[in-house]
């Protein structure tokens, strides 16, 4: 099992950028893949963006070109970098691991709004 904590969620005007955290418990690098979902209010959860071990990356259409998804396995962390920010970003966005089974973060806000 695998404890996941996000961090670096926060209020944002559109067109600008945030960087998420995620912190594992454990080693990372036993994980088949990583990634980050996102719901917004009222909305299904959305596929943002995975990590595979081997470093291949996969991005929903919605974001293609704005986020970039990134692992450190020396640190049991990944990250999503968010750029050109919309108010349609806005969503609790949720870390989470796959080896087997799929474990979830509690996740973290973010709110784009001028």
């Known amino acids: 099992q695998v404890q996941l904590v996000e961090s670096g969620g926060g209020l944002v005007q559109p067109g600008g950028s945030l960087r998420l955290s995620c912190t594992a418990s454990?080693?990372?690098?036993?994980?088949?893949?990583m990634g980050w979902t996102r719901q917004a209010p009222g909305k299904e959860r959305e596929l943002v963006a995975g990590i595979r071990n081997g470093g291949t990356t996969t991005y929903a259409d919605s974001v293609k070109g704005r986020f970039t998804i990134s692992r450190d396995n020396a640190k049991n962390m990944v990250y999503l970098q968010m750029n050109s920010l919309k108010p349609e970003d806005t969503a609790v966005y949720y870390c989470?691991?796959?080896?087997?089974?799929?474990?979830w973060g509690q996740g973290t806000q973010v709110t784009v709004s001028s």
């Open positions: 454990r080693s990372i690098f036993s994980m088949n893949a």
């Open positions: 989470h691991a796959d080896r087997g089974t799929r474990y």
